[in-house]
């Protein structure tokens, strides 16, 4: 994984709620084995302009598809962020995007994980602190985010600090694998095995045996 | 110390927890399926990772396989949907080069994993079960911890047998009266949904409690289960009974003989203690509650079947009005005048034999409205297929004018052909309304199997009590 340290760009407001993983992308858009190619299809139901069910275009009216937010690698938005599938190709079609961190008031859970283990940094700030995010970056400017001091400031505003559980804070600023660091463990989940396999041993059966 | 049921699932599968609350959790069995495996199977490829315990995982494909009888005669190679033929075969050819058990799609027990793995066996109570796909929460009904969680962290389980974790908080639901006749275990969790929502269990695993979940089948607990990640919780658990006691028994991966003595003693601790504390309670009484069909965008805007479309005003004026322009309903507008275009009984939340027999009872004798584009009915497995097909459900529903198709998870998320088109209303037994969710600018509405057959005969919704 990418190291994180600290990142300026132009953000994104999309501060509606509950915008689920569906929204950003459709199933549709992941017919596929890999984790790339999978920009294209973000936010698909809304970036284009459609005849029936055929893309015929750019939708002029979507945020992302105006200036300066082509360029936009930080996004704004409300409260349940990623909400719904489990699908990790949504953070993929982010990252690839551009993305480098999200800003919202809280998220599903399980889009918070993915977007952890691809270094994706999913920031949790209040609603008024993101609207002010929000108002600064339209003035065509920055918001720069600093994960070693945890703050977020606006063009030119006081830094706003964030929290982050410290070991996720120290996997992405180190850039560390989270399979590495749990087979770190080798040896206790060996010996957990074991001695559970004596407990439950019904819990070992399966297909193969 | 009194615990939880969660508590004591937890305890009995922590590996270690460092001083911060971040803890491995081992992990019983995982399921996968081909569109949220192959990117971890090419991880550990990469990184030149085995599998830490190859019977610790069980494979089926469901999420894009078609369900076209026809189609599905020749198996991956009749496949015409290029990338789904890709990923069947993906999952085919990963599942051998790692010795993985896998129900392929010719195999009578393939079938959604949610309905497969209950169906198998391989969902035991006490157990912790992770799949590539929210809905895991299913086999919570089990009193089995169950986990959706994204493709790196099926790599993270098939590398390591554990996830890194925080513990969350305990909510009870509490539900007290019973459900009505004509009223189900869908209804129940619909309207638990819409007064939770969908925010409402986030950080939590629900345990869902009381005399409606104490009669409710195994099916019925599965289909509440099922949705409580459309609350946000991370899982949802029903404590261990002999109702769990009697649908495991003599399943194909279940234990048996002196080792089934062992597991029900264990089983039978699979409960919140009576003093166990919650950190947040809801209460629910389901006496008189009428049928339950969500009128909007996400699956916390509910309402009764002889309710209205409610008014944009409150803290969600915006929510419901963006919700109206996109379903083309005006607040105030009778649920019973939605005209329906196509119909969807389906799903890992409805296709199980249970749902069929409902659905089939409600069609029998009856005929689809001539108004109605399609009605499908898409069973969860190749075991739930056979089954009603030898009670003669299959045909009752034919003979009304629903499809009988071939197993698979179809038109819930629309990844393959079943979809709906532009416009389309669409009464669905799945989990999720969101936009495009089921094909792009559709409208779904999620409902019971009994509501969507009734829908289905009537052109519109209806309540479906006067059907059964």
Known sequence: ?209 | MAQTLYDKIWQDHLVTEQEDGSALLYIDQQLLHEVTSPQAFEGLRLADRSVWRIAGNLATPDHNVPTDPKERETGIAGITDLIARTQVSTLDDNCRAFNIEQYDIHDKRQGIVHVMGPEQGATLPGMTIVCGDSHTSTHGAFAALAQGIGTSEVEHVLASQCLLQRKTKNLAVRISGELGHGVYAKDLVLKIIGELGTAGATGHTIEFMGEAIRNLSMEGRMTVCNMAIEAGARAGLVAFDDVTAAYVKGRPLAPSGELWDQALAYWRTLHSDADAVFDTQHSIDVTNMAPQVSWGTSPEMVVAIDGVVPEPVGAKEEGIRNACTYMDLQPGQKMTSIELDRIFIGSCTNARIEDIRVAAQVAKGRKVASSITQAMVVPGSGLVKAQAEEEGLAQILVDAGFEWRAPGCSMCLAMNADKLQPGEHCASTSNRNFEGRQGHNGRTHLVSPATAAAAAIAGHFVDSREFV
């Open chain 1, 1 to 209: 994984m990418n190291k994180f340290t600290s990142h300026s760009g132009i953000a994104t407001p999309m501060l509606g709620d509950n915008i689920d993983t569906d929204q950003i992308i459709p199933s549709r858009e992941m017919k596929r084995v890999s984790k790339v190619g999978l920009a294209d299809g973000l936010f698909s139901g809304q970036r284009y302009l459609y005849e029936g069910n055929q893309k015929i275009g750019a939708n002029p009216d979507f945020i992302l598809n105006q200036a300066p937010y082509e360029n936009t690698s930080i996004l704004l938005s409300g409260k349940n962020f990623g909400c719904g599938s489990s699908r990790e190709h949504a953070v993929w079609a982010l990252a690839e995007y551009g993305f480098k961190a999200i800003i919202a008031q809280s998220y599903g859970e399980i889009f918070f994980n993915n977007a952890l283990r691809n270094g994706l940094l999913p920031i949790v700030l209040g609603e008024a602190e993101i609207a002010q995010l929000a108002a600064s970056s339209s003035d065509l400017t920055t918001v720069t985010i600093n994960l070693r001091e945890l703050t977020v400031s606006g063009n030119g505003g006081s830094p706003i600090s964030f929290q982050l559980e410290t070991y996720y804070q120290e996997m992405l600023l180190n850039g560390w694998d989270f399979i590495d660091l749990a087979l770190q463990f080798t040896d206790q989940l060996d010996d957990f095995a074991k001695q559970d396999r004596k407990k439950r041993p019904w819990a070992y059966l399966s297909a193969t045996d």
